[in-house]
């Protein structure tokens, strides 16, 4: 079975500062997709970025990006410029492609990202 | 476009209660999921519809909890009769197919059960 691990419960940055989140994952599968999903308090689960397994090309967006080290079985979140605004729990998150019955998300279990001004 | 919409989007009940949660998943979406969120045991997958029908149902907790899908556009979970330990938040999320398409989740739902 897949699993999803972060290991940082708590981050802190200051505004305008960079940070990167960590994430690893165990799985078999060669194929799969990556997620990073966020939560600010308002509890609304936003979709920040999202990485297949088969492409080398890291994923990026805006001010969002990921280091995806299939090997290493590892999917960081980097945040440049962090603003008050990227304040929340980020998931992990991993999905087998082949739906059916496989097509969940699992979840890891947060890292809660306080932004400093 | 709306996105998910669930409701409602807070409820308070007494144990041994019914309670209800309804969820439109976004139009054209074909996958809808169930998750609950507790500090326990974070995030968690309930039930799976594609195409209407039930595809993985294996979280569902017990038989206290159903989940029904009628029609495309709307979707029911079902809590018969309530427990303290129900209190979560219940995401629904849909998605384009069931294969490598993006989910996407509605506000979710608290719901406490005293």
């Known amino acids: 079975a897949q699993t999803v691990t972060q290991s940082q419960p708590e981050m802190s940055v200051q505004e305008a500062e960079t940070v990167t989140l960590s994430c690893t994952y165990d799985t078999s599968e060669s194929d799969y997709y990556l997620f990073w999903y966020k939560q600010p308090p308002s509890r609304q689960m936003i979709l920040v970025i999202r990485?297949?397994?088969?492409?080398?090309q890291n994923a990026t967006e805006n001010r969002f990006s990921v280091n995806f080290q299939k090997a290493a079985k590892s999917f960081s979140l980097k945040i440049s410029d962090s603003q008050l605004g990227d304040a929340a729990m980020y998931f992990c998150a991993y999905r087998s492609p082949y739906g059916g019955a496989t097509n969940k998300l699992i979840f890891g279990t947060g890292t809660l990202l306080a932004v400093q001004p | 476009d709306a996105g998910v919409i669930q409701s409602p989007r807070h409820e308070v009940t007494e144990m041994g209660q019914e309670v209800t949660l309804r969820c439109k998943p976004i139009s054209g979406h074909n996958s809808l999921f169930w998750y609950r969120q507790t500090m326990m045991r974070g995030l968690e997958l309930l039930i799976y519809?594609?195409?209407?029908?039930?595809?993985?149902d294996s979280g569902m907790p017990e038989d206290r909890f159903s989940a029904k899908m009628p029609n495309a556009s709307f979707s029911t979970l079902k809590i018969q009769p309530s427990e303290p330990r129900d209190s979560a938040v219940y995401f629904c999320a849909s998605s384009l197919s069931g294969g490598s398409d993006t989910q996407y989740f509605g506000p979710g739902t608290r719901l406490t059960v005293l």
């Open positions: 990485q297949e397994a088969y492409k080398q």
């Open positions: 519809f594609n195409n209407n029908v039930p595809i993985d």
